[in-house]
């Protein structure tokens, strides 16, 4: 049964940091990794999707980059800024299912 | 840019009651789900539906739950007789063909009294 872990629960930097955000996962045979944004009491906002053939995928000031053998999963943020805020939810689509599941987040949080 | 749409978008009902939850999809995307989050904890897999079938469906949802798409472009959840454990943020997400990614509706947050 695949499962999902999210390093840290929740995480405070003042602005202008770099900073990675972990995902693990329990089962390898993935067939796609996908990183959200949660907003408090709103829906989900995807940031980044990775394919289970690939390394890694770019947006902006966002980099996600996926170890499919190891069972990982980076979030990198450069540059944060106080709009950051929020919590970051990774979400693993199983191979050969239509099955997702998600971490339980981290909660950022970057201060002005 | 195309985006998923939930009605309503806060529901609040007595115990007992039956609730029909609305989504509708991106226009062209074939795969659709509902997953809920109950405060404070994960976003849990309720079901997913492909060529208007149930194509899997968790231990969450059982006989209580059933989903449709009654007119080719909304997807319902519908919740026969609500629980006071029911009461969560009910997300519906999409998928086109292939290998993309799931976009997600705002949700419908409910409460059942």
């Known amino acids: 049964k695949q499962e999902v872990t999210q390093i840290p629960a929740a995480l405070s930097v003042p602005e202008g940091e770099n900073l990675v955000l972990n995902c693990s996962f329990t089962?390898?045979?993935?067939?796609?990794l996908q990183w959200f944004r949660q907003d408090p009491g709103k829906g989900l906002t995807s940031l980044l999707l990775?394919?289970?053939?690939?390394r890694e995928q770019t947006s902006g000031r966002l980099n996600a980059s996926l170890d499919k053998s190891s069972g990982r999963s980076t979030l990198y943020i450069a540059a944060s800024q106080p709009g950051d805020s929020a919590t970051y939810l990774c979400?693993?689509?199983?191979?050969?299912?239509?099955?997702?599941?998600f971490g339980a987040g981290t909660r950022l949080f970057v201060k002005a | 840019e195309p985006e998923v749409t939930q009605t309503p978008s806060h529901q609040v009902t007595q115990m007992g009651q039956e609730v029909i939850l609305r989504c509708v999809p991106i226009?062209?995307?074939?795969?659709f789900y509902w997953y809920r989050q109950i405060l404070g904890q994960k976003v849990e897999f309720l079901v997913s539906?492909?060529?208007?079938?149930?194509?899997?469906k968790s231990e969450i949802f059982d006989d209580q739950f059933s989903v449709e798409r009654p007119d080719g472009s909304n997807f319902t959840l519908k919740i026969r007789s609500t629980k006071l454990e029911d009461s969560a943020m009910y997300f519906c997400?999409?998928?086109?063909?292939?290998?993309?990614?799931?976009?997600f509706g705002p949700g419908t947050r409910l409460t059942v009294t």
């Open positions: 997400a999409t998928r086109g063909q292939g290998a993309g990614g799931q976009y």
């Open positions: 089962d390898s045979a993935i067939y796609n």
């Open positions: 990775i394919q289970s053939s690939q």
């Open positions: 979400a693993v689509r199983d191979t050969g299912g239509f099955k997702t599941i």
């Open positions: 226009s062209n995307h074939l795969y």
């Open positions: 539906f492909y060529n208007n079938e149930i194509s899997e």
